[in-house]
């Protein structure tokens, strides 16, 4: 590997590793063009059959008031409640709504997987600009009037919000299990007996290919 290439990997590596979910973020605006870098790298994602199902909704200043108006509508709550409720978006200085249109053609899964992929994108390029960000999901992605809000078919699926500003305050690391311990790697001996046991108790459907 070139000395470059060693770099490039070695930034990528540490932006994975060092990105953190930054809840605490100053209001200071953050500029458009920034904004829309996290989006061009959001949209770079992979993506099964390239149906690009990713719908991103931008809101900054008073739309975030009025999202928190829709989110705290119900009466039966108590003031406080609705209160609280009302100021969710205002948490950040800028919110990106994440929906996916399914393509009916495609599995919901992949389509919905494309767009958790394409919210990973932008929480690293967030933190590469030096932004905070943090994925948040809770009753709004359930709420039906958000999607009416964002103009949104009933079949859309909103994977999350991407809450973005400048850090005030940065977490600690949260511990993770080492990926050895989630992982299993299949020597060819328990592939064959696997494979075996299978092939001699399954029906004969065929397998999907896609
Ligand atoms: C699908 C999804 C939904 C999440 N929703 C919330 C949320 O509603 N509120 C929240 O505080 N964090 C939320 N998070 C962020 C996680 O809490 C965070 O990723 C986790 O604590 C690990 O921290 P890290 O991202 O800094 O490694 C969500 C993350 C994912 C992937």
């Not at 600009?129 to 039906?144: F, S």
């Not at 050895?180 to 592939?191: G, L, V």
Request: glycine letters at 4%; charged letters at 25%; a neutral charge.
């Amino acid at each position: 590997m070139s000395e470059t290439t060693i770099q490039v990997a070695e930034a990528v590596l540490a932006a994975i590793r060092n990105r953190r979910s930054v809840k605490q973020v100053r209001p200071d605006p953050v500029p458009r063009e920034l904004i829309e870098q996290l989006l061009e790298a959001a949209v770079w994602a992979p993506n099964h059959h390239l149906t690009q199902p990713w719908r991103f909704f931008v809101l900054t200043g008073e739309a975030r008031v009025a999202l928190g108006e829709v989110l705290a509508r119900d009466p039966a709550l108590t003031p406080a409640k609705r209160e609280a409720i009302r100021q969710k978006p205002l948490r950040a200085p800028v919110l990106i709504a994440v929906a996916v249109e399914p393509d009916p053609a495609r599995p919901l899964l992949d389509e919905l997987a494309a767009g958790a992929a394409a919210i990973q994108n932008m929480l690293l390029a967030a933190h590469a600009l030096g932004l905070g960000a943090i994925w948040r999901t809770g009753r709004a992605i359930e709420d039906p009037a958000v999607k009416e809000f964002l103009g949104l078919s009933d079949r859309a699926v909103l994977p999350g919000f991407v809450y973005i500003g400048y850090p005030a305050a940065l977490p600690e690391p949260p511990a993770r299990r080492p990926a050895s311990t989630c992982t299993e790697w299949i020597d060819a001996e328990r592939a064959a007996a696997a494979r075996d046991r299978l092939l001699a108790t399954l029906d004969h459907s065929p397998a999907r290919h896609d």
